[in-house]
């Protein structure tokens, strides 16, 4: 039980991050308009860093939004369910989230460390290391994976079935 | 075509089984390249490379500007001016929501986002002067709508992705359909109210009251100006607009207007990761499940399929728009553009469909869908504004479907309506 | 049993001339080898990105594909030889240098090789041209403080060098950043101005070549390996076949484009001598920072030049 706490710690800071990330690509971007158009000196580095920010950004937030149920899911049939059916339902999402998670996970590092170990770069104008995004995935869906875990482990220890959480879009 | 049918069996039951729509998508996609014997990198690189793009860096922006704007309690400024000049009129609350509405719109790429934030405040106040409440809660859900048909659009982004379409032209695009949609909204409202027994006129704002509502949405309508002064003149891309409206909307109201709290903003900028996050994993989910079946060729068949069926664009059109308005009684609307326009995209190509004009036309549908019963955001997320039942909003939404395809009827025989704006830019 | 697949991913339209170049190649290959191997062209970018083709086909996750040559400059610097300006810049030196078998040809598949993908045939596109709205760009002083879209960071040193300020805009931008001015002048090859109606928005045309641009097929090392050496055969040899067919080509459709820019209006502006000396003078320091990047292959490259151009 200490242990889930710690990780919705991590999950919860990690989501905080990628709020600030989203916030610092608003800056940039900004700051890049201005530079070209009052300063007629369009800059080299902010359309790469900002998508960098963007993989960033999703995908070390995307354990966030499962602990949090925010995810969208089509909640119809499950409503009518009797509750133990439900969590059965609950826990099977989260089973195939896992063995989603895991096969990007795997393969995807398969690919950084490819990446990692050529020292390949952008060959744009940044020309910054490939492996510095492409990380993201292990790492992103790697934690992903862990939290469907955890979730799976706080549904036998609370057999609530999951609120249907209404977020603004 | 059998494939076609059984895998979107199978996407629907995993849907309704409850599977995250962007976890269902991505999932079965890896399964269809897994049993097509493709490579099992495909599919990391196809999320990779569905989110390393400049182009969706304008929906966490938009997000964030919108978020910060209902914060800031904008809506209330909107809905205060624009009943001032139009509340006396015959049905002038819900002109003036819908006015509302129109003007949110143009600083928000949601529609989600314009009906919470004009719903807010309207709807307690046109159930307190007598509108009945099916009709309130329909107008607000419809209303909000006009979210993604005028720019900004966050559908209208990803469908430029898909289609790699120019956004620019998407956005312009918009703006004449959204107005046609404002027209009709105030046109019905009106007549609404005239048959409406329990209706109680207001009384005329004065001068002074007009003017000082209409100062206090001053920064607002400056905001829509350089976003949309800014996008027309080439001043910035669409992406870059999401950014320095964002960051225009965050001096506003920090530093002139003073009222956004340290709190406020904090949740402002919680509530777009969420969103963000939620929303472009349907993306990349749906991006696995778009290169899966264009590798089983499912798309190249399904159009031969339509071409075969039917031989003229309006039969085809047709059919399109009925499908749509089925699956969007169950489809959440952004999954059914993302499943929907791959499928479609080799058939517009057969008949010479301008992508530009069948995006407007799919926005409209995806309107529909965002207010259709079952599965629709918009009447969720009314009833949460409105304490209302889903049957209750559901009871109010269906003269505005019936305006929602009525415009799609006129976009469709006057094409100039969506097309004008863009091609005299 | 069934038929092997080449599945190729491109990221051009289905009539472009290098999506019709990899339809001739189908159906040789098709023809040849009767139908035991089978050809499925992905074209309009569905499966990848141009930026991802080289590790897509390296990884093995597809058989085989079509990069810009320069898409390899992350993996291999010294490709970017073909961008360095005012060095390929005539078509007679560029056919020489992309012969099969030459120098240059030789050590730049050699290095590709290296990442898992074989270069089956070399694409032309033609070579980068200069347009500008208002004054002509003919010498490096007309460049200075000028916004210009470049398609890459060679070409962006290069007009860095001459004192412009370089954008990146991609290709399907481009016609709005010109027709909006969001910047000055660009680059792009000759067929671009014709597709994309370009003469729209600008008014001259300059013929520098200061560079070429150069697409390569690629399959997957091995997946070839695993073929059968009459299979290889049949590939080599439509492979050598289609290549000629649109090195042939691509003379005309500039030929063509140049004759509907100038139809259209344009104003066209050829380099003297003279004047291309004065730009191969002031993009030595692009030279200089292409030699450091590009290490021995790319010294070896620039040597393997200079004996093309005695
Ligand atoms: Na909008
Ligand atoms: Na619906």
């Given at each position: 039980?200490?242990?889930?706490?710690?990780?919705?710690?991590?999950?919860?800071?990690?989501?905080?991050?990628?709020?600030?990330?989203?916030?610092?690509?608003?800056?940039?971007?900004?700051?890049?308009?201005?530079?070209?158009?009052?300063?007629?000196?369009?800059?080299?580095?902010?359309?790469?860093?900002?998508?960098?920010?963007?993989?960033?950004?999703?995908?070390?937030?995307?354990?966030?939004?499962?602990?949090?149920?925010?995810?969208?899911?089509?909640?119809?049939?499950?409503?009518?369910?009797?509750?133990?059916?439900?969590?059965?339902?609950?826990?099977?999402?989260y089973v195939f989230i896992f063995g989603f998670a895991a096969f990007i996970a795997w393969w995807g590092g398969v690919i950084a460390l490819d990446v990692w170990t050529t020292n390949e770069t952008t060959g744009s104008m940044l020309n910054i290391p490939l492996w510095w995004s492409e990380i993201v995935i292990p790492i992103g869906f790697g934690l992903l994976a862990v939290q469907c875990v955890v979730e799976i482990i706080?549904?036998?220890?609370?057999?609530?079935?999951?609120?249907?959480?209404?977020?603004?879009? | 075509?059998?494939?076609?049918?059984?895998?979107?069996?199978?996407?629907?039951?995993?849907?309704?089984?409850?599977?995250?729509?962007?976890?269902?998508?991505?999932?079965?996609?890896?399964?269809?390249?897994?049993?097509?014997?493709?490579?099992?990198?495909?599919?990391?690189?196809?999320?990779?490379?569905?989110?390393?793009?400049?182009?969706?860096?304008?929906?966490?922006?938009?997000?964030?500007?919108?978020?910060?704007?209902?914060?800031?309690?904008?809506?209330?400024?909107?809905?205060?001016?624009?009943?001032?000049?139009?509340?006396?009129?015959?049905?002038?609350?819900?002109?003036?929501?819908?006015?509302?509405?129109?003007?949110?719109?143009?600083?928000?790429?949601?529609?989600?986002?314009?009906?919470?934030?004009?719903?807010?405040?309207?709807?307690?106040?046109?159930?307190?002067?007598?509108?009945?409440?099916?009709?309130?809660?329909?107008?607000?859900?419809?209303?909000?709508?006009?979210?993604?048909?005028?720019?900004?659009?966050?559908?209208?982004?990803?469908?430029?992705?898909?289609?790699?379409?120019?956004?620019?032209?998407?956005?312009?695009?918009?703006?004449?359909?959204?107005?046609?949609?404002?027209?009709?909204?105030?046109?019905?409202?009106?007549?609404?109210?005239?048959?409406?027994?329990?209706?109680?006129?207001?009384?005329?704002?004065?001068?002074?009251?007009?003017?000082?509502?209409?100062?206090?949405?001053?920064?607002?309508?400056?905001?829509?100006?350089?976003?949309?002064?800014?996008?027309?003149?080439?001043?910035?891309?669409?992406?870059?607009?999401?950014?320095?409206?964002?960051?225009?909307?965050?001096?506003?109201?920090?530093?002139?207007?003073?009222?956004?709290?340290?709190?406020?903003?904090?949740?402002?900028?919680?509530?777009?990761?969420?969103?963000?996050?939620?929303?472009?994993?349907?993306?990349?989910?749906?991006?696995?499940?778009?290169?899966?079946?264009?590798?089983?060729?499912?798309?190249?068949?399904?159009?031969?399929?339509?071409?075969?069926?039917?031989?003229?664009?309006?039969?085809?059109?047709?059919?399109?728009?009925?499908?749509?308005?089925?699956?969007?009684?169950?489809?959440?609307?952004?999954?059914?553009?993302?499943?929907?326009?791959?499928?479609?995209?080799?058939?517009?190509?057969?008949?010479?469909?301008?992508?530009?004009?069948?995006?407007?036309?799919?926005?409209?549908?995806?309107?529909?869908?965002?207010?259709?019963?079952?599965?629709?955001?918009?009447?969720?997320?009314?009833?949460?504004?409105?304490?209302?039942?889903?049957?209750?909003?559901?009871?109010?939404?269906?003269?505005?479907?019936?305006?929602?395809?009525?415009?799609?009827?006129?976009?469709?025989?006057?094409?100039?309506?969506?097309?004008?704006?863009?091609?005299?830019? | 049993?069934?038929?092997?697949?080449?599945?190729?991913?491109?990221?051009?339209?289905?009539?472009?001339?290098?999506?019709?170049?990899?339809?001739?190649?189908?159906?040789?290959?098709?023809?040849?080898?009767?139908?035991?191997?089978?050809?499925?062209?992905?074209?309009?970018?569905?499966?990848?990105?141009?930026?991802?083709?080289?590790?897509?086909?390296?990884?093995?996750?597809?058989?085989?594909?079509?990069?810009?040559?320069?898409?390899?400059?992350?993996?291999?610097?010294?490709?970017?030889?073909?961008?360095?300006?005012?060095?390929?810049?005539?078509?007679?030196?560029?056919?020489?240098?992309?012969?099969?078998?030459?120098?240059?040809?030789?050590?730049?598949?050699?290095?590709?090789?290296?990442?898992?993908?074989?270069?089956?045939?070399?694409?032309?596109?033609?070579?980068?041209?200069?347009?500008?709205?208002?004054?002509?760009?003919?010498?490096?002083?007309?460049?200075?403080?000028?916004?210009?879209?470049?398609?890459?960071?060679?070409?962006?040193?290069?007009?860095?060098s001459a004192g412009g300020v370089p954008t990146l805009i991609s290709g399907s931008e481009q016609f709005l950043a010109y027709q909006r001015g969001i910047v000055d002048a660009g680059m792009t090859g000759l067929s671009g101005v014709k597709s994309r109606k370009l003469y729209q928005v600008m008014d001259w045309l300059t013929l520098t070549n200061h560079s070429d641009i150069e697409f390569v097929v690629l399959i997957n090392?091995?997946?070839?390996?695993?073929?059968?050496?009459?299979?290889?055969?049949?590939?080599?040899?439509?492979?050598?076949?289609?290549?000629?067919?649109?090195?042939?080509?691509?003379?005309?459709?500039?030929?063509?484009?140049?004759?509907?820019?100038?139809?259209?209006?344009?104003?066209?502006?050829?380099?003297?001598?003279?004047?291309?000396?004065?730009?191969?003078?002031?993009?030595?320091?692009?030279?200089?920072?292409?030699?450091?990047?590009?290490?021995?292959?790319?010294?070896?490259?620039?040597?393997?030049?200079?004996?093309?151009?005695?």
């Amino acid at each position: 039980m200490q242990l889930l706490g710690v990780f919705d710690k991590l999950t919860r800071a990690l989501g905080v991050v990628s709020a600030w990330l989203f916030f610092v690509i608003g800056l940039i971007v900004t700051y890049e308009v201005v530079m070209r158009y009052v300063f007629n000196a369009p800059t080299i580095w902010v359309e790469e860093i900002s998508r960098m920010l963007l993989l960033w950004g999703i995908f070390t937030a995307s354990a966030f939004v499962l602990y949090n149920n925010d995810l969208i899911r089509i909640n119809m049939l499950l409503a009518v369910l009797p509750d133990p059916l439900r969590r059965v339902m609950d826990i099977v999402a989260y089973v195939f989230i896992f063995g989603f998670a895991a096969f990007i996970a795997w393969w995807g590092g398969v690919i950084a460390l490819d990446v990692w170990t050529t020292n390949e770069t952008t060959g744009s104008m940044l020309n910054i290391p490939l492996w510095w995004s492409e990380i993201v995935i292990p790492i992103g869906f790697g934690l992903l994976a862990v939290q469907c875990v955890v979730e799976i482990i706080r549904k036998f220890i609370d057999p609530r079935p999951l609120e249907t959480k209404l977020e603004l879009h | 075509m059998l494939e076609v049918i059984v895998i979107l069996l199978v996407l629907f039951g995993l849907l309704f089984a409850g599977i995250p729509i962007a976890f269902a998508l991505g999932g079965l996609g890896v399964l269809l390249l897994y049993f097509g014997d493709f490579s099992s990198l495909m599919a990391p690189q196809t999320l990779y490379s569905a989110m390393d793009s400049f182009v969706l860096i304008a929906v966490p922006l938009f997000l964030l500007m919108s978020n910060i704007l209902l914060k800031a309690g904008v809506g209330r400024d909107l809905f205060s001016a624009a009943q001032a000049w139009v509340g006396h009129l015959p049905g002038g609350l819900a002109v003036a929501t819908v006015l509302s509405c129109g003007v949110f719109a143009a600083v928000s790429g949601s529609s989600v986002a314009t009906a919470a934030t004009i719903g807010v405040v309207s709807i307690p106040e046109m159930i307190e002067r007598g509108y009945s409440r099916k009709f309130a809660l329909g107008l607000l859900a419809a209303g909000g709508t006009l979210g993604i048909l005028i720019p900004p659009s966050i559908p209208m982004i990803v469908y430029g992705v898909v289609t790699e379409e120019s956004i620019l032209d998407m956005f312009l695009a918009g703006i004449g359909p959204g107005i046609l949609l404002i027209i009709l909204f105030c046109g019905f409202s009106m007549l609404y109210a005239k048959f409406d027994k329990r209706f109680q006129m207001q009384p005329k704002a004065g001068w002074a009251e007009r003017k000082l509502s209409t100062i206090r949405t001053l920064p607002t309508l400056v905001l829509v100006i350089i976003m949309l002064g800014g996008l027309y003149a080439g001043i910035f891309t669409p992406s870059e607009a999401g950014g320095v409206g964002f960051v225009c909307a965050l001096l506003l109201t920090t530093v002139i207007q003073r009222r956004l709290t340290w709190t406020d903003f904090k949740e402002a900028l919680i509530d777009s990761m969420k969103t963000t996050v939620t929303i472009l994993l349907i993306v990349a989910g749906a991006k696995i499940f778009g290169k899966a079946i264009t590798l089983y060729q499912l798309p190249q068949e399904f159009s031969t399929l339509i071409a075969d069926t039917f031989h003229s664009q309006g039969y085809m059109i047709l059919a399109i728009c009925l499908s749509l308005l089925v699956f969007g009684l169950f489809l959440e609307a952004l999954s059914m553009m993302l499943i929907m326009v791959p499928l479609l995209l080799p058939t517009l190509l057969v008949f010479g469909v301008d992508p530009i004009w069948f995006g407007i036309i799919f926005v409209i549908m995806i309107e529909c869908a965002l207010i259709t019963p079952p599965v629709g955001l918009n009447i969720y997320v009314i009833q949460a504004v409105g304490k209302a039942t889903m049957a209750e909003v559901s009871a109010g939404v269906w003269p505005f479907v019936l305006l929602m395809l009525l415009s799609v009827i006129a976009v469709y025989f006057f094409p100039e309506i969506a097309l004008y704006i863009p091609f005299s830019a | 049993d069934a038929a092997k697949k080449l599945r190729i991913t491109i990221q051009v339209p289905l009539k472009n001339h290098l999506t019709q170049n990899l339809l001739e190649f189908k159906k040789e290959v098709e023809a040849e080898s009767k139908g035991e191997l089978e050809v499925e062209i992905y074209h309009s970018a569905q499966l990848y990105k141009d930026k991802e083709v080289p590790r897509a086909v390296g990884s093995g996750a597809i058989e085989m594909g079509v990069a810009s040559l320069t898409r390899f400059s992350g993996a291999i610097p010294a490709v970017e030889l073909f961008y360095l300006p005012f060095v390929l810049n005539s078509e007679e030196l560029v056919k020489k240098a992309t012969a099969p078998g030459s120098k240059v040809r030789t050590l730049i598949e050699d290095e590709i090789q290296k990442t898992g993908s074989r270069v089956l045939w070399w694409q032309a596109y033609g070579m980068a041209q200069v347009l500008s709205n208002g004054d002509v760009i003919a010498v490096p002083e007309d460049m200075d403080g000028k916004k210009v879209r470049v398609f890459g960071k060679t070409l962006g040193k290069f007009v860095q060098s001459a004192g412009g300020v370089p954008t990146l805009i991609s290709g399907s931008e481009q016609f709005l950043a010109y027709q909006r001015g969001i910047v000055d002048a660009g680059m792009t090859g000759l067929s671009g101005v014709k597709s994309r109606k370009l003469y729209q928005v600008m008014d001259w045309l300059t013929l520098t070549n200061h560079s070429d641009i150069e697409f390569v097929v690629l399959i997957n090392e091995k997946f070839w390996e695993g073929l059968t050496g009459e299979e290889q055969q049949i590939i080599t040899t439509a492979a050598q076949k289609v290549e000629v067919a649109l090195r042939d080509k691509i003379s005309e459709v500039e030929a063509d484009a140049l004759a509907t820019a100038r139809k259209e209006g344009m104003k066209i502006r050829e380099l003297s001598p003279e004047e291309v000396i004065m730009w191969q003078e002031t993009v030595s320091p692009v030279i200089d920072s292409y030699k450091a990047d590009a290490g021995e292959i790319g010294v070896q490259l620039l040597l393997a030049v200079d004996e093309l151009k005695k």
